[in-house]
């Protein structure tokens, strides 16, 4: 069975102290690893999706990184707007194209 | 381009009551998604449509939840009798076809069973 285990549960930051947020999975194979962002009363909003070890991806001051047992989602200087909860999802290679989610990470940033 | 659209936003029923929910995914998008999202934690598939045939419904309680797909665009979401625990999100989501592609949400409708 596919496990997906965020650390930490909640994290609180002044603006501009930059921070990682941590992705531990357990799959079978891995298709694809998922990173949301879900604000209050939304849906998840896709951020990016990450293959195979060693790929990393960037968009604006997020970068996610993948090994084979974790992911790391990268927050450099945060602002007040980055607050919101990251959802880190894994896709496995048998069955169907289902995302596995994690609880999330409630992330507060502090003007 | 338009997003996932869900209707109604919000519902509050009585247990044992029933309750419909409409989902019109992404245009273009072969793959529908519904999941069930408790509140402090991740979504939960419930059930996966190819167009309009059903390829993953292994976590959806068959004996209260129903779904379908018709004509391969739009969903619809139903519980009967619904109960305490059902209260969540539910989410539909959509994707170009099956694969490691993304799926894009939509803003979900929230059910309150009292």
């Known amino acids: 069975e596919d496990q997906v285990t965020q650390s930490p549960e909640a994290l609180r930051l002044q603006e501009g102290e930059s921070s990682s947020l941590n992705c531990s999975y357990t799959?079978?194979?891995?298709?694809?690893l998922f990173w949301y962002r879900q604000d209050p009363g939304k849906g998840p909003e896709f951020l990016f999706t990450l293959y195979s070890a060693g790929e990393e991806k960037e968009k604006e001051r997020l970068k996610a990184t993948l090994t084979k047992k974790e992911s790391f989602l990268h927050i450099t200087a945060p602002k007040p707007e980055d607050s919101a909860t990251y959802l880190c999802?894994?896709?496995?290679?048998?069955?169907?194209?289902?995302?596995?989610f994690g609880k999330g990470t409630k992330l507060s940033v502090i003007p | 381009e338009a997003g996932v659209a869900q209707s109604p936003r919000y519902k509050i029923i009585e247990k044992r009551q029933s309750v419909a929910f409409w989902c019109n995914p992404i245009?273009?998008?072969?793959?529908l998604y519904w999941y069930q999202q408790i509140l402090g934690q991740g979504p939960k598939l419930l059930i996966q449509f190819q167009n309009n045939g059903v390829v993953d419904d292994s976590q959806l309680p068959k004996d209260r939840f129903s779904a379908e797909r018709l004509k391969g665009v739009d969903s619809t979401l139903k519980i009967q009798p619904a109960k305490l625990e059902d209260s969540a999100v539910y989410l539909c989501?959509?994707?170009?076809?099956?694969?490691?592609?993304?799926?894009?949400f939509g803003p979900g409708t929230r059910l309150t069973v009292t």
């Open positions: 999802a894994v896709q496995d290679r048998a069955g169907s194209y289902q995302l596995t």
């Open positions: 799959v079978s194979g891995l298709r694809g």
């Open positions: 989501a959509s994707s170009l076809a099956d694969g490691a592609y993304e799926q894009y």
């Open positions: 245009s273009g998008h072969a793959t």
